[in-house]
Every structure is written in C-alpha cells, then in structure tokens.
C-alpha cells in the first residue's frame, strides 16, 4: 500500500492549529500502551488514534477507561498509528505484524478494532487488506475520503461504480478501494455484520457517514447529539462497547 491518506491541506492545516502529531517513524513497530481488563487475554479491542493523537493521548483521553466502563473484561490495545504510518503505507503492515497478529497468536477469541476520524479509516484500510478476519470493526465519526463521497451522493453507492482499479492500493485509490469494499457488503452481509458505526449529529462528517448508514446492520448504527470531540467519544464508546459486551457468545 503505498501513501495513503495524502491530504495536504488537512495536514497544514492542523499543523497550522499547532495540533500535529506527525511522531513516530513508520520503519519503527507501531507504539501501544496495553490496559488489562477483568479477563485478561480473552479479548481484545484495538484503538487507532485520530489524526492528531498517539498511543499515549488515547489513554491520557481516558479511552481505555471508557471501553472498560462498558466492556470491564476486554484487554485494551492503544494504538500509535500516527500519521507518517499512513504517509508510507505502514500502517497496515504494522496492524499485523506488531498489534492483531501477535493477539491472534495469544488465543484471543475475540479481536476487535476501533477507531475514530483517521482512525476509522485505519480500520476499513485493515478490513480491506484482512476481509473478515476481525471479530468485528468499530467505526467512531470516520473519516470516509473526500473525491468519491460527490460520486456516491449523485448516483447512490447501488449504482455507483469505481471504475477500472489496480489490485494495488495506493494513495491515488484508498478511497475507491475502500468504498468497494463497502459496496461489496450487500453480497457479503456477514462481513457487515461485524461492523459498528457510531457518529454524533453535529459531528463535522455526519453528512459523510450518513452515506455509509445505510450499510450498516439495523442497531448497530449509534448516532446521538454530539461533535467531533471526546466529549462525545467517549461516553459513545462506552456504550458501544456495553452494547458488544452483552451480546450472546456461541
């Protein structure tokens, strides 16, 4: 995968905020800071950052606390997957190699990753690369790309097409590839099945998740008031996760 996420302009303009938090080297293993739960090594949900957040601000956050209010068992894995993961095509590679594969070598019996604005597209660019092979996938006000949501708006994403596509991702494609991901759930319904979408109604991308709503299994679609902020985050992630933790177990 090669250079995903290349918005400059949302860069810059971060930066310009004096919000950047462009650390960490992508040749490096992606940081974690990993929060016990009450059974620990039974499961586990992965967090990916937003774009101006690492490992250490998620649990400074008090994300972990919030999974864990609503899902007091599950093991926590904060994720540092900062932007130059993204930038390189790390990101994913780095999922499997330092985060979900080594869980899955453990004996988790359930993996789960969530992750919110940048971060949510970092969970759909993993379910791309891996279709299938999380326990499921919780998508927090994500980000959903930029050129291809006017495509989808126009003609609906039934009959929206994504054109002639390199099996390769890369910078130019992620949003193409991943919408035809999406679009493939309706012939894949349990793939969809795995997945949460959770988005505050004030929230700067709710017309942009509205356009992924319709693909997501009846309940499992969480919007309330709210903005693009952990005043909204959190308590949603608490109660998505209550929600997740008491549903039946085979």
Same mark, same amino acid.
């Not at 950052?49 to 068992?73: K, M, N, Q, S, T």
């Not at 990101?91 to 949510?120: C, D, F, H, T």
């Not at 894949?188 to 997501?216: K, M, S, Y």
């Given at each position: 995968?090669? +250079?995903?996420? !290349?918005?400059?302009?949302?860069?810059?303009? *971060?930066?310009?905020?004096?919000?950047?938090?462009?650390?960490?080297?992508?040749?490096?293993?992606? !940081?974690?800071?990993?929060?016990?739960?009450?059974?620990?090594?039974?499961?586990?949900?992965? #967090?990916?950052?937003? %774009? $101006?957040?690492?490992?250490?601000?998620?649990?400074?956050?008090?994300?972990?606390?919030?999974?864990?209010? @609503?899902?007091?068992?599950?093991?926590?894995?904060? #994720?540092?997957?900062? %932007?130059?993961?993204?930038?390189?095509?790390?990101? &994913?590679?780095?999922?499997?190699?330092? &985060? $979900?594969?080594?869980?899955?070598?453990?004996?988790?019996?359930?993996?789960? *990753?969530?992750?919110?604005?940048?971060?949510?597209?970092?969970?759909?660019?993993?379910?791309?690369?891996?279709?299938? /092979?999380?326990?499921?996938?919780?998508?927090?006000?994500?980000?959903?790309?930029?050129?291809?949501?006017?495509?989808?708006?126009? #003609? =609906?994403?039934?009959?929206?097409?994504?054109?002639?596509?390199?099996?390769?991702?890369? @910078?130019?494609?992620?949003?193409? +590839? #991943?919408?035809?991901? $999406?679009?493939?759930?309706?012939?894949?319904?349990?793939?969809?099945?795995?997945?949460?979408?959770?988005?505050?109604?004030?929230?700067?991308?709710? /017309?942009?998740?509205?356009?992924?709503? !319709? /693909? $997501?299994?009846? @309940?499992?679609?969480?919007?309330?008031?709210? =903005?693009?902020?952990?005043?909204?985050?959190? !308590?949603?992630?608490?109660?998505?996760?209550?929600?997740?933790?008491?549903?039946?177990?085979?």
């Amino acid at each position: 995968m090669k +250079h995903p996420l !290349p918005s400059l302009t949302l860069a810059l303009t *971060l930066c310009g905020m004096g919000a950047c938090s462009f650390i960490g080297s992508p040749k490096d293993p992606v !940081p974690t800071v990993k929060v016990a739960g009450t059974e620990p090594g039974r499961a586990l949900v992965v #967090v990916l950052p937003g %774009f $101006i957040y690492d490992a250490d601000d998620l649990r400074d956050e008090g994300v972990a606390d919030a999974v864990h209010r @609503g899902w007091p068992g599950a093991d926590v894995m904060l #994720v540092g997957a900062t %932007f130059p993961y993204y930038r390189t095509g790390q990101l &994913v590679p780095q999922l499997e190699k330092n &985060v $979900i594969g080594p869980a899955r070598a453990q004996g988790y019996r359930e993996i789960w *990753l969530a992750g919110g604005s940048m971060g949510g597209m970092g969970v759909l660019l993993y379910e791309w690369a891996h279709p299938g /092979e999380l326990t499921g996938i919780v998508l927090m006000s994500p980000f959903l790309g930029d050129d291809v949501l006017d495509e989808i708006r126009e #003609v =609906g994403l039934a009959d929206w097409q994504p054109g002639d596509l390199a099996p390769q991702m890369d @910078g130019d494609n992620y949003e193409r +590839h #991943v919408w035809n991901m $999406i679009k493939g759930w309706r012939t894949h319904p349990e793939l969809a099945r795995r997945a949460w979408l959770v988005c505050g109604t004030e929230d700067r991308l709710f /017309e942009d998740v509205q356009l992924l709503a !319709p /693909e $997501i299994p009846p @309940g499992q679609y969480l919007a309330s008031p709210g =903005g693009h902020n952990w005043a909204f985050w959190l !308590p949603a992630a608490e109660d998505t996760f209550r929600r997740i933790a008491s549903r039946p177990r085979d």
